[in-house]
């Protein structure tokens, strides 16, 4: 990041990128806060959730696995979860593509592990047309992408640190949840994705007996699979193609 920022944060569209997300990091802060306080709590230790946090940057396969990891579950299992969980990114990576395919494949690669949920959201709603535009749109997506990192970043770390003097009766499992609503409240921008999020709630309670969590995997692939029937037999005609997904 350090070696993209400088050149562009000079640039009107990385101020107004870092503006955009300014009015959601409280809920993304709780979220790291509680992300980082659950590695801890969950058995990994303070290396061992620093290099997870820093590397995978991924609240909510993070939080999928947690669970998973502490009740010794196959490999297999914790990978498919993971990879169920973060599925979305291809997804968002088709709309990227629009924008981002003229540049080096380097600074791609590079920039697809800042990309995140909400950046996304933002930066669809900014440039809507789905036509590229480097001199924009690169500075835009790093003055998003800065925000959000820090703001995950800073209060998970905290959180791992702090976590051995949180005391369990905080209720933080609860306001984790209610941070995590928020984010995905914030995805849902059209029938399509409202219906989706109703089967796969539906789904994860109808398969809550399930053993190693696999109802996650199991409503998971019921929204998916809503998504695509709704796509194909009823697709949405308000324009919204960005948060459609």
Known sequence: MADHIPAHWRHPEFRQGARDMLGITLGIS???LVT???MVKSGLSVGMALFM??????????????????????????????FCVNLRFVIFSTQ???YLAPLPRGQRLWMAYFA?????VAFLKRFPDMKPDPERQVPYFWGGVAINWFAWQVPA???????????TNWGLGFAGV??????????LGNRNTWVSAAVAACAAVAAYG???????????????????????WAPNTDGQRGRAA
């Open 30 to 32: 709780a979220w790291g």
């Open 36 to 38: 980082g306080v659950a």
């Open 53 to 82: 946090s820093l590397v995978v940057f991924a609240g909510s396969s993070q939080l999928a696995s947690l669970p998973l990891l502490a009740s010794g579950a196959p490999l297999w299992v914790l990978w498919a979860t993971s």
């Open 96 to 98: 990227w593509r629009h």
């Open 116 to 120: 995140a949920d909400l950046n996304y």
């Open 157 to 167: 770390i905290a959180g791992i640190f702090l976590a051995d003097r949180i005391p």
């Open 178 to 187: 209610l941070a995590l609503l928020g984010l995905s409240y914030s995805l």
């Open 210 to 232: 399930l053993p190693l969590r696999l109802n996650i995997l199991v409503a998971i692939a019921a929204a998916v699979a809503a998504g695509l029937m709704m796509e194909r």
